[in-house]
């Protein structure tokens, strides 16, 4: 038995995503209100002590942190069976022991980083309302519904009637997640924005 712990207990749950090498852990708490995802210890290094103690372990591949759970992908070589009680107790040891999610100025440099890739892409005319109302559909109807599977999906680019869309957390090298795109994003965004004739997925 560990030592009773004064503060409420960290709650600690698994959650299946449609990408069978990533796993969803849940905690009770607030881990981060934002985005974080971390495909490279490089990265997690620089920004997150969470994903760097993660990254440190043979088995984990990327880490994505939103909200109150963390996403973790895993090695192809590694089955869950071996590698998810490790995992569940190495979260849950970590947020208790009040250990650093996110380094501060985290956002800023995301959203810097986002200024500086979106800036690159000058749209003008009619272009710059149909990206709007691209971004917005995505913001409003995407978004929340792949978060639930652990994932993210963000509006990278668009050109002459084709949207490119970044997949991160678990829709990243998901199987299903191209299905969602061609079937789900591509037909609501066609139907909304008569003037995309195609969705086209990159990794994150």
């Known amino acids: ?21 990533s796993l969803k852990f849940v905690t009770n708490r607030m881990l981060y209100k934002g985005t974080a995802d971390f495909r490279e210890p490089e990265m997690a290094e620089e920004w997150s002590p969470m ?11 990327g880490v994505y942190i939103c909200n109150n759970f963390v996403t973790v992908s895993k090695e192809m070589n590694y089955d869950w069976a071996d590698i998810m009680l490790k995992l569940k107790d190495f979260i849950k040891k970590y947020i208790e022991d009040g250990g650093e999610i996110l380094k501060d100025g985290f956002d800023e440099a995301m959203a810097e980083m986002e200024e500086a ?7 003008s005319g009619d272009d710059v309302e149909i990206v709007k109302k691209i971004k917005d559909l995505i913001e409003t109807y995407v978004k929340p519904a792949v978060e639930m599977d652990g994932g993210n999906i963000e509006f990278k680019a668009w050109d002459a009637g084709i949207v490119t869309l970044t997949m991160q957390g678990a829709c990243s090298g998901c199987p299903s997640s191209t299905v969602t795109l061609k079937a789900g994003i591509e037909g609501m965004l066609k139907r909304m924005v008569p003037e995309v004739q195609e969705v086209v997925a990159e990794m994150g």
């Open 1 to 21: 038995m560990s030592n009773p712990v004064t503060k409420s207990p960290v709650m600690l749950y698994t959650e299946q995503t449609p990408n069978p090498e």
């Open 117 to 123: 890739r979106g800036a690159s892409y000058e749209y």
């Open 51 to 61: 994903a760097t103690a993660l990254f440190g372990l043979p088995y984990v591949k």
